[in-house]
């Protein structure tokens, strides 16, 4: 249980981290700005749209009789909603991340000079970086959808479906969240994604002690723009800490490596 509170603790770190360097915390705003211009407009259409979708999805309800037709369409109405909302924590990190991929680069660089020892560099181009990026997480996001697939079938048994379903929710949502935004840190130490996600399973407790709260945050749009700076912060001080930097990876020709495609790219320029 003490790594949940570690875990947390990186969290608030990275926040520190951003606060004592205003420049830098300006700088990964502006990512997460325009993210959530597009993000807010699809909650919106889906806030609108989401009980026609019901109505059309469920025929078979259109001669039940009060209330059972309003229950089980307001209920599943709430589900489609809750199950957008799931997906848009989700991809919100992996598409902030890629949209801001030289911000974050930077940002992380910078943490990493700031605390000392070498900081690691891929060598890759800007494009492979980009590609890299959006590789892993069309895999992270397949994860997730597979995961919100059978939650959202738990959803429907009763109790367990109102409680215990939405904790492993945000657990999940937290859990992979952080791997997002870790990989930031851990792509440019040559670790491909089956590795990074190795390396995390085996800190679980302590890595959903920081993705868990920031998942919680990030219910909320504006809060998740303000915190996304502090979060690659966090990331990048919870990554160096779980990757010993004596052992880290040589970033040179090899599987695994920059070179090979799979470590992602260098950053492209700073602030």
Do not use: N
Not at 140 to 161: E, N
Not at 239 to 255: K, N, Q
């Amino acid at each position: 249980m003490s790594d949940l509170g570690a875990g947390f603790g990186y969290l608030m770190k990275g926040q520190r981290w951003v606060a004592q360097h205003g420049r830098w915390f300006g700088f990964g705003l502006l990512p997460g700005l325009v993210t959530l211009v597009v993000y807010a407009g699809a909650l919106i259409g889906l806030g609108y749209g989401a009980d026609d979708f019901v109505g059309w999805a469920t025929p078979f309800a259109d001669d039940w009789s009060s209330p059972w037709q309003g229950i089980l369409r307001t209920g599943l109405t709430a589900l489609v909603f809750v199950f957008g909302l799931f997906l848009a924590v989700i991809t919100f990190t992996a598409v902030t991340l890629l949209v801001g991929q030289p911000f974050y680069e930077s940002l992380s660089e910078e943490v990493d000079r700031s605390e000392g020892g070498d900081v690691p560099e891929s060598g890759l181009p800007l494009w492979r970086e980009l590609w890299i990026s959006a590789r892993d997480s069309v895999r992270i996001l397949l994860r997730v959808a597979l995961y919100g697939i059978i939650l959202f079938a738990c959803g429907f048994i009763p109790v367990i479906g109102q409680t215990v379903v939405p904790a492993i929710g945000f657990c999940v949502s937290g859990y992979f969240l952080a791997e997002e935004l870790t990989a930031v840190a851990l792509q440019r130490r040559g670790m491909i994604l089956k590795d990074r996600l190795v390396l995390l399973r085996g800190r679980r407790m302590l890595v959903l002690g920081f993705g868990v709260p920031l998942t919680l945050a990030f219910l909320v749009p504006v809060v998740a723009v303000f915190l996304m700076p502090g979060a690659v912060a966090g990331a990048t001080l919870l990554a160096r800490d779980l990757v010993d930097p004596d052992t880290t990876p040589d970033p040179g020709p090899g599987p695994g490596t920059a070179d090979s495609g799979d470590a992602p790219a260098p950053r492209a320029w700073s602030a």
